[in-house]
């Protein structure tokens, strides 16, 4: 019977373990033509989805006149800008075969072939608003490689929808409020079964 608990305790740890852990996916559209975003990318120990939204930085991040505006709920401080580059590393790092770098056309909001450029504001500055940008070039057209460059000021009415080849990253912390998957439910539920067993058999002797 020890090796019954033992192993059910092991199922029950797993089934733990599947509930707090994020695997890092893309996320598509209904009929796949366009990479909406992602989730499951971590940084300082929270875990995050971006949404690659079209718009303006005014209309998408609360007005952007003040620096709060573009920091994530629930974070203490992690501005938008700043995870960007968590998405960018993502992408690249080739989890996706077919994802955005040999294809930019792929993200949602840009149009353009050869390449596309992602921001996410990070700050008000002088010149305007300060967004960190992911610019993705297109691997078999373009020379050159993908890159994470310096930040870029734009306007607060900036609008994606009007410009070619431009979307901006919308990121919300999920790790605080993740729902147990009906797979990891099942688990643990097969788990606590299992110890509840392994007492009765060990009361009845």
Known sequence: MNILKSLMIGVCLSAFAQMSYAIPMLTWNGDM?????ATGLESGGMTFSMELVEGSCVSLFGGCNVNSDFVVAGTGGVTHGSLLDEFFDFFIAGVDASS????????????AFNNCFIWSPDSLDPGGIDVNVATIYNWVDSIGTDSFPADQDIGVTWDTTILIGAVYAQFTRTDATDVP?????????????????????????
């Open 181 to 205: 998957t009906p797979g990891s439910l099942a688990l643990l539920a097969l788990g606590i079964v299992g110890l509840r067993l392994g007492r009765k058999g060990k009361a009845a002797k």
């Open 33 to 37: 033509t366009k990479v909406t975003g």
């Open 100 to 111: 955005l770098d040999s294809a930019p056309d792929l993200a949602l909001g840009c149009t």
